[in-house]
């Protein structure tokens, strides 16, 4: 354990290079990871437990993501507000999404237009055939 510690450590040492204040948010998780919570969660409070106990400069706790933002707004940090298309999301060292939510936005909406049209005209199509068969040519 104290290998995976350190390098949980020396991970928050990396990432708060790119912070502005001493509030680090670290997600926990991902698809399909809580198939079973009891274990999970023992395993997290064994993480944040032993690692708390051998370092000083970071200490890790629940928290929720208004809990998070409450904490970064007490500082009194002032941020950049960037407008721009970004959601920057990397799943490994070469896989980068930016954009991966917020690119083609427009297209995206035809998309989901165009689909809700087709499954409505697809039902309408079916309740034709339910209620008219003898409309039908076969």
């Known amino acids: 354990m104290d290998k995976k510690l350190d ?30 919570a009891f274990i ?14 051998k370092y000083d400069d970071f200490q890790l706790k629940y ?14 940090t002032n941020f ?13 060292n070469i896989s980068f999404w930016t ?5 083609r936005a427009n297209l995206k909406e035809y998309a989901r237009k165009g689909s809700s049209l087709y499954r409505g005209w697809n039902k309408l199509g079916l309740m034709n055939f339910i209620n008219y068969p003898d409309n039908q040519k076969g």
């Open 7 to 36: 390098d949980l450590h020396n991970f928050y040492i990396v990432q708060s290079r790119s912070y502005k204040t001493d509030h680090l948010l670290s997600t926990y998780g991902d698809d399909f990871e809580f198939g079973n």
């Open 40 to 53: 999970n969660y023992r395993n997290i409070d064994n993480v944040i437990k032993h690692f708390n106990e």
């Open 63 to 76: 928290s929720t993501p208004s809990q998070y933002v409450d904490a970064v707004r007490s500082t009194g």
């Open 80 to 92: 950049t507000v960037y407008s721009d298309d970004l959601f920057p999301y990397a799943n490994n």
């Open 99 to 103: 954009g991966y939510f917020t690119s």
